[in-house]
T-cell receptor
Framework: ETGVTQSPTHLIKTRGQQVTLRCSSQ?????VSWYQQALGQGPQFIFQ???????GRGNFPPRFSGLQFPNYSSELNVNALELDDSALYLC???????????????FGPGTRLTVL | AQSVTQPDIHITVSEGASLELRCNYS??????LFWYVQSPGQGLQLLLK??????LVQGIKGIEAEFKRSQSSFNLRKPSVHWSDAAEYFC?????????????FGDGTTLTVKP
């Protein structure tokens, strides 16, 4: 069983540019959550996608957007990059069943984004 | 609003010594609580979780955590630390059903193990 994978591993962009990060969820998982982890801090919830629809969003501006595809892989897009967007971006997948309470999240290794 | 506080930014223990990592949370309903570990360049690995029932939870790698509702705490303990336990440890609180998978994390505790 393949785990959660993310690409690219590292990325360097300049302020004002746009970036797309990708996440392949674990087999059988239908939900992907994205987190931003700034240096020295814990992960912060950006948003979640469930069956190709956004299913909740944290305190992030609209220039952070996402997609989930029919195979449940996902993209995180960030427009108009700012220096403070430099962080490790983690995705986590889970198999959420309606009314099942909670299902364990499995995290990918992350994409390290540096904005210059 | 939910929040998690990990009061200790950095802890150093000797190999073989016991370990306790502190976690305090704020959550409006019955919380789901988690401890994760993150090694350099790695994603997060779940160590243990608490949903309900027995307040002493056993996890992987000989780790346990105790949920204390009256203190809003979920402290992690390990009786004997190994050098390989050196890593960053995160406590998190989350919800269930529609709030599943939208966790709030603390800022972590870095564990250093002395030989």
């Amino acid at each position: 069983e393949t785990g959660v994978t993310q690409s690219p591993t590292h990325l360097i962009k300049t302020r004002g540019q746009q970036v797309t990060l990708r996440c392949s969820s674990q087999s059988g998982h239908n939900t992907v959550s994205w987190y931003q982890q700034a240096l020295g801090q814990g992960p912060q919830f950006i948003f979640q996608y469930y069956r190709e629809e956004e299913n909740g969003r944290g305190n992030f501006p609209p220039r952070f957007s996402g997609l989930q595809f029919p195979n449940y892989s996902s993209e995180l897009n960030v427009n108009a990059l700012e220096l403070d967007d430099s962080a490790l971006y983690l995705c986590a997948s889970s198999r959420n069943l309606a009314g099942a309470g909670y299902n364990e999240q499995f995290f990918g290794p992350g994409t390290r984004l540096t904005v210059l | 609003a939910q929040s998690v506080t990990q009061p200790d930014i950095h802890i150093t223990v000797s190999e073989g010594a016991s370990l306790e990592l502190r976690c305090n949370y704020s959550y409006g309903a019955t919380p789901y609580l988690f401890w994760y570990v993150q090694s350099p360049g790695q994603g997060l690995q779940l160590l243990l979780k608490y949903f309900s029932g027995d307040t002493l939870v056993q996890g992987i790698k000989g780790i346990e955590a105790e949920f204390k509702r009256s203190q809003s705490s979920f402290n992690l303990r390990k009786p004997s630390v190994h050098w390989s336990d050196a890593a960053e440890y995160f406590c998190a609180v989350g919800g269930k059903n529609t709030n599943a998978g939208k966790s709030t994390f603390g800022d972590g505790t870095t564990l250093t193990v002395k030989p």
